[in-house]
């Protein structure tokens, strides 16, 4: 598994060094020859190593070039049996054991048979795929930071620069091209330090369930869920209804405070009551206050809106939806007398993912506040899966827990005739009665009475949804969900 860490990106390796003077496809090269080559030397025309590895003579003999000049592989020429020259390869010593020692503190936890066979070998089946070799080295580099259910975490613009040698145009093409092919669902753009939650690379989530992944592909369900039409977060989600319930609240609270020391009119006091009924909302545990009381800042210390006043809706919330999704996901399918332990641990993990330097009493605001929308999703995302467990009659509760991983998808776009709930991904590397029916269409009543449909199928394009709904539920990613380039960079 060691050749992987030709497509990861380690800042002052020494090995890092070499890669650095040789492209995307020299290194994608590289790893299918030491693949393909287990002594890591062989002698070859420039047409066999083009059709093992599904490249032109050209790009191959760019390659090896720019290898050689790299110092990474040394080359000879020989007189082949129908005496034609062959390019004799051989990968130099020093670089494999500086490679392989570079790969020690590195996990991956996508098959290696499925990278491999992404980078040159047979998808199945292959007319559904049509990948290009740019393609094929973008969708490898993406695999190799991917965790089994297709997150990719971690991966920022610069070190996705460094691994494919793309430009910003190039990047965009050969993203949009992998998600019309169906193998990327969704993009989340990063935040930049300016924002709430500091410098935030980009989050990818891949369709690991793709039919071109053949043997490696995992079983999968989509499950999409509408309605709720009374609840206020319905449609944009947790995130951007506590920052909107932010916002307001820190205005009628800018009305409130001025007058500290008297009492409030009957409209203050009826402001002040709609702050504290949002911070209870969200979990907050804000006492509602004497209305003969005159200490309003005391009354309002620690409170949640007091961490977004400088929160911006339009970049802060998609990304802490982002994580509001994968912390619910943990709690989809936990059992009631682990439930306690499995938030306490959340309440930790969300302290250390999110919370940048705010003063003790709204930090502990933030946590309960996004450990309660979790809840709120995880409800939903559980409200759907018990729909689908009636439908198929299924009885192994416990074994659906074990051997299945539950991913939320993000939501692209918010559509307003869609009602969107939530779209949950049930995911599991063996085959299941949870992930084995093509297709179901299922009402099912929730007991605050809101209606809401079940729609799954484990088919890869999702084709079951019109592209705009596919678009809505964040089963389809298209390249206007990129951030665009400024005008000043496009002139340039």
Known sequence: MWRLRLLMFKKGEGVESALKRVSGMSRLFLLCFLYQFDKERASCTFEEYA??????CKRIGQIVQELEDAGIVLISKQQGVDHRPKSFIHVDGKFIDELKASFEDCSVDVDEGLIRDVAFGELVPA???????????LLCVLLVHSSEVGR???????????????????????????????FIRALVPGVTGCYLFGSVKTRYFLN???????????????????????????RSGQAEAILKGAKEANRLISRIIHREGKK??????????????????????????DRESTSWEAELSGRLSGFFQDASIKHDAPYLQVKINEYASQLVFVPEEQLL?????????IALDLLRGKRSGEQAAFVSAVLTASRV??????????????????????????????????????????GLIVTLCVSSKEES???????????????????????????????????????????????????KRPPEEVKK
């Open 51 to 56: 059709e093992i590895f599904r490249l032109s």
């Open 152 to 182: 990719v975490d971690g991966l920022g613009q610069s070190a996705l620069r460094e691994l494919t040698g793309f430009s910003v145009d190039q990047r965009r093409s050969q993203i949009s091209r992998l998600a019309d092919l169906g």
């Open 433 to 483: 009665s949870m992930v084995r029916r093509p297709y179901w269409d299922q009402k099912v009543v929730a007991v605050w009475g809101g209606e809401f449909s079940v729609v799954s199928s484990p088919y890869a394009d999702a084709s079951f949804l019109e592209e705009k709904m596919q678009l809505t539920c964040g089963l389809k990613a298209k390249a206007k969900q990129y951030p």
């Open 127 to 137: 007319e559904m795929t049509n990948l290009k070799p740019l393609n094929r080295l």
């Open 341 to 349: 332990v499995r938030e306490n641990g959340l309440r930790k993990k």
């Open 377 to 418: 999703q995880a409800s939903r995302a559980r409200l759907l899966l018990n729909g689908l467990m009636q439908e198929i009659d299924h009885k192994g509760k416990g074994e659906a827990a074990d051997n299945a991983d539950f991913v939320i998808l993000p939501t692209l776009e918010t559509d307003p005739r869609s």
């Open 208 to 234: 690991m369930g793709h039919l071109g992944f053949g043997e490696y592909a995992r079983h999968e369900t989509l499950l999409v869920g509408r309605g709720f039409s009374g609840d206020d977060d319905y």
């Open 264 to 289: 409030l009119t009957d409209r203050e006091y009826k402001d002040l009551l709609r702050v504290i009924r949002f911070e209870q909302k969200w979990g907050v545990k804000a006492k509602v206050p």
